[in-house]
């Protein structure tokens, strides 16, 4: 397993973790010069961020400060009511596949969709298996764009507990047997998979098969992204209460060994939601202490 | 699959669902008398709620009643940081066999824990799998002594959002795996088995396997159990924010089908925890509610 006491060389900001500074919006701009003045490598932008300053812009600011992408977030949220928003979906998937070739990410993240209306606040029907089902045949014909444009997909399976609005693949089993199924590789295979997936020790820390999903993943590099942040006790929000590293229960380190085995070597991308605590901060302290943290509790 | 639509014969009350009325503790006899008013045959209480009333009188009232149990809650929480720690779980555990056995219960539920500290908000480490060996054992001490008093276990997955500070057995296919392991079954096996699982949609809904688990604990009579509430969207609590039946986003019929499929004819038990909502309610309302639901939406 790499050494990541010393720098923070393998560090990547997710940049939803600065979304906010001392409780206001914090331009991408002002994200990218932060983490340049930091050394951080590397980013994983989110797409309303990228709107929000233009693509052109954000990728030429990128280019100049030599920045590289750990992955383009995101896609997904396939399933839909009707016919037309199944097709809206995929239109707008696959804008996010051109933003990611500009951007020269290596993978386009994708968190899959659920129950449609349910993250508004009213699902419009209860069929979990028919929403598994949209996002398989969504992915299906994404897929087909994704390798025209040599642009690999990366599922991430979320926490069950956002099985109903967010993400209805919810384990790393779940997800291979997708990429299985849809992207079947040759044993031995060296090259990257088309499909792949995202690990987050966030959404799958609790998880009993997570190793040997971990190592199922490694046979066939499927893993295209490593994502880490903490859980926290209590959790107070679904959604905007994550932790940073070291400040929770996750024993990030024993999960890293556990990809690195498999021959990942990329970058450990922190990605945290914190409205009440880290997007109250200045950025500049949190970005501080993710490099603090990177180099002692991932 | 039964039809619940004429009556409320197989609706079972945990008492945690009315454990508070207009926001202020009731206790258990009130709760025990609501329920006889209207005609509930069964309830699954509260450790807690018996203790504050005393077992003696709490075993009158209910046969006064005629109530049954569908369960009684709960043993569990086996892990700890020291050996004193789990011997003093394990002590208190035969306690709750005593009372299950005092009350005619079917089953004592078991929640089994998880990290030791981290429901006080301080986890004394992070090793899961360490916990998850404790419940094992701890599981396996108990195991003799429920046997000799023919009074079976029933492990209880939780969501795994519970995992860090409630109980790390977080899928079926989880627990039924312990089942398997200590208390084996002969194939075509008919009496009760010593250990068992209680199925709770609220823990289990989301679980692409569920239904393939459903119908491996029924073959070997495993589902000692069967709770129901629902997801709300959005929940805003981790524990204290289950719905209604038919207020949420869970497809209960769906699941009551794979259930009974595999033979099991027992109690629908009403397990409901919500600060915000129903226990701010009276409780009358709030059984009233139970009963239509059950009729409506189970």
Redesign the interface.
């Known amino acids: 397993m790499r050494d990541f006491s010393q720098d923070h060389r393998w560090l990547s900001l997710n940049t939803a973790t600065i979304r906010k500074s001392r409780g206001q919006d914090l331009p991408l701009t002002s994200i990218l010069d932060a983490c340049a003045e930091r050394g951080i490598r590397a980013i994983s932008p989110w797409r309303d961020q990228v709107h929000a300053v233009g693509l052109a812009e954000v990728s030429r600011r990128i280019q100049a400060h030599g920045l590289e992408l750990s992955g383009y977030c995101r896609g997904g949220m396939f399933p839909a009511a009707d016919a037309q928003g199944l097709q809206a979906a995929l239109d707008d998937n696959r804008r996010a596949l051109d933003e990611a070739c500009e951007l020269n990410a290596p993978c386009l993240v994708l968190v899959v969709g659920a ?1 449609p209306g ?2 508004q ?3 419009a029907h ?3 298996a028919l929403a ?1 089902s949209q996002v398989r045949d969504g992915i299906a014909a994404l897929l087909e764009d994704a390798r025209a444009r040599r642009m690999p997909l990366a599922i991430e399976p979320l ?3 956002y ?3 967010r993400a ?1 693949v ?2 790393l089993a ?1 997800a291979l047997d997708l990429c299985d199924e849809l992207d079947p590789r040759q044993p031995g295979a060296s090259a990257t998979p088309a499909l792949g997936v995202a690990v987050d020790v966030y959404h799958t ?4 098969l997570l190793q040997a999903g971990i190592s199922r993943a490694g046979r066939d590099q499927r893993i295209l992204a490593f994502h880490v942040c903490d ?1 926290l ?3 107070r929000d ?1 959604l905007n209460d994550r932790g940073m590293m070291g400040d ?4 990030i380190p024993r999960i890293r060994g556990w990809v690195e085995a498999t021959g990942f070597a990329g970058y450990s991308e922190v990605e945290i939601f914190s409205t009440e605590n880290w997007w109250q901060r200045p950025h500049e302290e949190v970005l501080d202490t993710c490099i603090a943290r990177h180099r002692s509790a991932v």
Chains 1, 2 share one sequence.
């Open positions: 129950l349910a993250l606040g009213q699902a209860k069929d979990l598994r926490h069950p507990m099985a109903a609005d209805c919810n384990t779940q820390w609790w998880d009993p859980w006790t209590p959790t679904l929770g229960v996750i024993d």
